[in-house]
C-alpha cells in the first residue's frame, strides 16, 4: 500500500487488503499519538479512520463516526462548494490545505487548519482521502485582539494629541488673560498628555520591531547590581502610594555580564509595573537575586491576585491579556516585549503563580553570552 497517510488498521479492513499489518500498525501507533485530528474515508467519503484528537475536537467517538460520511461528521464550510476530499478524490490536486470551519456535534463551529491528501495502494490506485486538522481558534481570537489593540492606540494617541490642541489653543488666543496658575494647570495637562503620547508610541514601535524581528540589542559590560538598585530606589514612592513594601535582597555581589543594560532595565520596569497592579495593599513585592554556576536569577516575587491557571500558558504572546481583559490596562505586549528581550541575551522567563497569593517571575541571564549569539531578537508574532 503506497500512503500518502495511514490509519492502520482501520483502512486495511475499509481496504479489504491483506497488508503489511505490521507496518500499518506502526502507522496506526503514530497517528493515533498526533496532536493533531485525522480523519481518513473511502473513495465514497465514508469515514474510515478517527485518531483520538479527532474525537476531542469533534466531540464524536470514533464508534460513532466510522461508517458514516464525512461531511455529516465535520460538517465542514467547504463541504457544499469546493470539498477538499473530493477535490483530492477527483485527482484535480494531490493535496489540499484550506483555513474553514466545522461543526462539532454539540453545534459549536470552529476555525481549522485543514490539509487532505489521497490515500494510494501500491498499484497507485485511488483508495481513498486523508484529512488532518487542528483548532485554530485560540490563534483567530489572538488576531481579532490583535487588531482591537491597534485600533485602540491610535484612539489613545487621538485623544491626547486632541486634548494637547485644544490647551495649545487656549494659550495661544487667551494666555496673557490667564492667571499664572491656570497656565501651568493646562502646561501640566499638556505635559502629562506629551508622557502619555510618547509612552503609546514607544508602545507601537516596540510592537512594529516585534513584528519584523529587528529589536536590536547592544551588548556591553553590565551590574545587574546597579540596575536592581537603581530601580528599587525608584519604585520606593510607588510602591508606598500603593500601600506596598517593597525589598530587594541580594546581599552577594553579582558578576559583570555582557548585556543590554537599557533592555534588561525594561524587563525589570515590566514586571515591576505589573507587580504593583495587581498587587494587594500591605503586601509586599520583593527582589531577589541568585548565582548559580552557569547563571544568574532574578525573581520579581509579589503576593497579588496571582494569575489564572488557564493564562499561563499564553502569558507571554503578544496581545494576550487574560481572562479578565475587560479590567486590565495596558495591549498585551509588555511581557512578550520581556520575554523576547531575555531570550536575546540566551536567557529564559519562568513564572509560578497561584490565584489570591501571588506570583513569581524568575528571569535566568547566563553569566557568560556566547559570542556568536543573535543579537537580533526573534520574531514572536507568529
Known amino acids: 500500500m503506497k500512503l500518502m497517510g495511514s490509519m492502520g488498521k482501520e483502512i486495511v479492513e475499509a481496504t479489504g487488503g491483506n497488508k503489511d499489518v505490521s507496518g500499518l500498525t506502526f502507522y496506526r501507533f503514530i497517528i493515533d499519538s498526533l496532536p493533531v485530528a485525522v480523519v481518513a474515508v473511502s473513495s465514497d467519503l465514508k469515514i474510515t479512520g478517527f485518531n483520538p484528537w479527532a474525537e476531542g475536537v469533534t466531540g464524536y467517538s470514533a464508534k460513532e463516526a466510522m461508517g458514516r460520511y464525512c461531511s455529516e461528521i465535520l460538517q465542514c464550510e467547504k463541504c457544499k462548494m469546493n470539498c477538499p476530499m473530493r477535490t483530492v478524490l477527483n485527482r484535480q490536486k494531490p493535496i489540499v490545505r484550506a483555513e474553514t470551519t466545522i461543526r462539532n456535534k454539540y453545534g459549536e463551529t470552529m476555525p481549522v487548519r485543514m490539509n487532505t491528501a489521497g490515500l494510494f495502494d501500491n498499484d497507485g490506485k485511488l483508495i481513498g482521502g486523508l484529512t488532518a486538522f487542528q483548532d485554530i481558534s485560540y490563534l483567530k481570537a489572538l488576531e481579532r485582539e490583535k487588531a482591537n489593540i491597534i485600533s485602540m492606540i491610535a484612539h489613545d494617541m487621538k485623544s491626547s494629541l486632541v486634548i494637547i490642541g485644544g490647551f495649545v489653543l487656549r494659550l495661544l488666543n487667551k494666555g496673557a488673560d490667564f492667571a499664572e496658575e491656570k497656565q501651568q ?9 506629551g508622557n502619555k503620547l510618547e509612552s503609546l508610541v514607544n508602545d ?9 524581528g529587528k529589536l536590536k540589542l547592544n551588548f556591553s559590560a553590565t551590574s545587574l547590581d546597579e540596575i536592581l538598585l537603581e530601580l528599587f530606589e525608584a519604585y520606593q514612592a510607588s510602591s508606598l502610594q500603593h500601600g506596598l513594601r517593597l525589598e530587594l535582597k541580594n546581599e552577594v555581589a553579582l558578576p559583570i555580564i555582557d548585556a543590554d543594560a537599557d533592555r534588561l532595565r525594561r524587563v525589570f520596569t515590566n ?21 548559580t554556576d552557569q547563571d544568574i536569577i532574578v525573581r520579581v516575587i509579589d503576593e497579588g491576585v496571582g494569575i489564572d491557571p488557564r493564562d499561563i500558558p499564553y502569558i507571554f504572546d503578544s496581545f494576550h491579556r487574560g481572562q479578565d481583559k475587560g479590567k486590565r490596562e495596558g495591549y498585551g505586549l509588555g511581557l512578550a516585549v520581556v520575554k523576547t528581550i531575555v531570550e536575546g541575551h540566551g536567557g529564559r522567563i519562568l513564572v509560578e503563580s497561584e490565584l489570591d497569593k501571588g506570583s513569581v517571575f524568575s528571569v535566568v541571564l547566563p553569566k557568560d553570552r556566547k559570542k556568536d549569539s543573535i543579537q537580533y531578537l526573534p520574531n514572536t508574532s507568529e
Open 185 to 193: 494647570k493646562y502646561l501640566k495637562i499638556i505635559k502629562k498628555e
Open 204 to 212: 507601537f514601535l516596540e510592537f512594529s520591531r516585534l513584528q519584523t
Open 271 to 291: 514586571l515591576l509595573d505589573n507587580a504593583l497592579k495587581f498587587s494587594k495593599q500591605k503586601g509586599a513585592i520583593t527582589i531577589t537575586t541568585q548565582e
